[in-house]
């Protein structure tokens, strides 16, 4: 279970102000290119799951993940994900060619066959996806992760950071923004719902 607070920032100038302000503890620069898939009828997201690959940085690698049953309260994000990397040259001709992902060697592909019944016969479709830019700070000895993502109808901002004491981190966090005049709100929608949604929240 992936347990994330999930804070949006208000706009630019707030995602600028805490960037400016986390940047001696800048630990490095993460370019994601999202891309998600499901079945012509939907099978997974009927069954509120996702299957998605992230390529980082252009293809130097990409990992393929199963998120399923999303809870988003308060601005804590609650997700059972299983993860694994793919080699980025066949997971790119995957993209281009989505029945492809039906037939490489998988865990999670594997899961997906057995757990949904999705594979070579059923098929797969690619969703679509979006770009993030994902800074990351070593901060208080958190991990925390701000977010520059580029939908097709607009850009959203977004601060996480992933914690077994999420309630104290958002209280450390939301003091820590209110401290610095930076405008946020609790997250209420997942980058991939955003997405699906199809315009910003």
């Known amino acids: 279970m992936e347990v994330e607070v999930k804070l ?5 100038s707030a995602y600028r102000q805490l960037t400016s302000i986390l940047s001696p503890f800048h630990s ?21 799951s996702v299957l998605r690959l992230r390529f980082l940085n252009k293809d130097a690698r990409c990992i393929v993940s199963l998120k399923s049953k999303p809870t988003l309260v308060d601005g804590v994000s609650r997700v059972a994900e299983d993860e694994e990397e793919l080699d980025p040259c066949s ?20 899961r997906v066959k057995e757990e949904f019944g999705v594979g070579e016969e059923v098929g797969f479709v690619c ?9 990351v700070f070593n901060w208080k000895n958190l991990k925390l ?3 520059e993502t580029k939908y097709g109808f607009g ?14 981190v958002k209280k450390l966090l ?11 709100s609790y997250s209420k929608m997942t980058k991939f719902a955003v997405f699906r949604y199809g315009k910003l929240p």
Do not use: M, W
């Open 91 to 110: 997971a790119r001709a995957c993209v281009e060619d989505p029945a492809r992902l039906g037939k490489i060697e998988s865990r999670i592909l594997k």
């Open 28 to 48: 490095k620069t993460l370019h994601q290119e999202n891309l998600f898939f499901d079945t012509p009828t939907n099978t997974l997201s009927s069954q509120l």
């Open 155 to 168: 850009i959203c901002y977004e601060l996480e950071c992933e914690s077994e004491d999420p309630d104290g």
């Open 8 to 12: 949006r920032l208000q706009d630019a």
């Open 145 to 147: 992760e701000v977010d």
């Open 174 to 184: 939301e003091e820590f923004l209110k401290e610095n005049g930076i405008g946020y």
């Open 127 to 135: 969703l679509g996806g979006f770009e993030n830019k994902r800074e």
